[in-house]
Nanobody, 122 residues
Framework: QVQLVETGGGLVQAGGSLRLSCAAS????????MGWYRQAPDKERELVAI???????YYTDSAKGRFSIARGSTENTVYLQMNSLKLEDTAVYFC????????????????WGNGTQVTVSS
């Protein structure tokens, strides 16, 4: 089935930047929304940012003004540009895609990547 693969995580100093990428495997895939969630140790997974097929975006309050989500040149790719990173941004970041169109058929399904670790140091 559909696979979401995240890249770009790593160790970065506070105030620095990082760019996460997510690509969905397979051909002829289109999603209603793609987004990023994160889960810090001992915390619940939370939505960070989401972008719709029409390019409308949503950001959680802590990400506003610092993070930017965008679609790539291909329809099955999404990026998260993270600037001015803070210690509290440390988490595993998961790519999410929802509402799949493929071969002319819509599936009300949700897909998750395996996550990429982002660690912000002081």
């Amino acid at each position: 089935q559909v696979q979401l693969v995240e890249t770009g995580g790593g160790l970065v100093q506070a105030g620095g930047s990082l760019r996460l990428s997510c690509a969905a495997s397979g051909n002829l895939l289109r999603f209603n929304t793609m987004g990023w969630y994160r889960q810090a140790p001992d915390k619940e997974r939370e939505l960070v940012a989401i972008i719709s097929r029409g390019d409308s975006t949503y950001y959680t309050d802590s990400a506003k003004g610092r993070f930017s989500i965008a679609r790539g040149s291909t329809e099955n790719t999404v990026y998260l540009q993270m600037n001015s990173l803070k210690l509290e941004d440390t988490a595993v970041y998961f790519c999410n895609a929802k509402g799949l169109w493929t071969t002319g058929v819509f599936y009300d399904a949700e897909f998750w990547g395996n996550g990429t670790q982002v660690t912000v140091s002081s």
